[in-house]
């Protein structure tokens, strides 16, 4: 979550041009100004993905980050995550499609009502949660250059297409991020803001789960960063703690070094829970007031 300024640029990425172009810069305008008077309609944050855009090596970037990643993977991820790869058809000879005979949306939607939707970039919160309520993520469709594989501070397609998008398939993380969403989108009260941008970071970017005795990757941020993944499993210096909503909602982050506090989920049975009780706590506050909290 955050605000893209429509300058960050993307070497490497022939498609760049949907994001510095008219159509790109019109979409992020509009997401800038998401939730003010006469700027309400969410599909006017979405763009095409023109994926003749796309370069031989934006493609190869894909294949060599695919690999990297799902070799370690296999064994080390949630089998909700692996199991929803499979059942998008998420494959490692291509960069996804969004929309088309091919696309990834074709069987998401089929599974839980998902759809993955191309944005220019860093949204605004308001614009962000309100994709999230209508079970639509907001995807980046420029992908990180060669010379950039390890680390790119903005997002992009690997991160959430590979990383994002096949947890959405799964009925109860569908439903767990849907309600974050709508009870996302309906405060203004800054200390429910704060403590929902600590639980989307701790968990749906770099949460843990218990399976069969073991520790296992679900976390986008953890999915596809191969440093990342490692050390958050392996490394003697990460506090792996219980999941527990009030203690992580507690819990500051900072962005740019690996997280040196995780937290660890025993089924997202317990995570799509949580957050129906606390979306109820916001939804009963809005519905005592009158009005946006």
């Not at 090596?57 to 296999?74: A, F």
């Not at 220019?120 to 308001?126: N, Q, R, S």
Request: aromatic residues 12%.
């Amino acid at each position: 979550m955050g605000q893209h300024d429509g300058k960050q640029k993307f070497p490497g990425s022939l498609n760049s041009a949907m994001i510095d172009g008219p159509k790109g810069a019109a979409a992020q305008e509009y997401a800038n100004n998401f939730g003010a008077p006469g700027y309400g309609d969410v599909e006017r944050i979405y763009i095409t993905q023109r994926y003749e855009g796309y370069s031989a090596e934006n493609q190869e970037s894909w294949r060599t980050l695919y690999d990297r990643q799902m070799t370690y993977l296999g064994a080390h991820a949630s089998s909700v995550y692996l199991t929803g790869a499979r059942s998008i058809r998420l494959v490692r000879d291509h960069i996804p499609h969004l929309d088309g005979p091919e696309s990834i949306n074709l069987y998401l939607k089929k599974l839980t009502g998902w759809q993955s939707r191309g944005v220019p970039g860093y949204l605004p919160a308001k614009a962000f949660f309100a994709c999230l309520a209508r079970r639509e993520f907001p995807t980046t469709v420029v992908i990180r250059p060669k010379e950039s594989l390890d680390y790119l501070p903005e997002p992009d397609v690997f991160h959430d297409i590979f990383g994002h998008v096949p947890l959405h398939a799964d009925p109860t993380f569908a439903d767990f991020l849907q309600t974050y969403g709508r009870a996302a989108a309906t405060t203004n009260d800054s200390v429910h803001i704060e403590r929902l941008a600590r639980l989307f970071w701790f968990t749906v970017e770099f949460g843990l789960i218990r399976e069969d005795g073991e520790v296992k990757l679900y976390g986008s941020g953890l999915i596809s960063s191969p440093g990342e993944s490692r050390h958050a499993l392996d490394s003697d210096q990460v506090d792996r703690r219980p999941f527990d909503l009030e203690t992580v909602c507690a819990t500051h982050f900072e962005i740019d070094h690996y997280q040196p506090i995780l937290y660890v989920l025993e089924s997202f049975d317990q995570l799509r829970d949580a957050m129906n009780s606390y979306a109820q706590t916001i939804l009963n506050e809005t519905a005592r007031t009158g009005h946006l909290v």
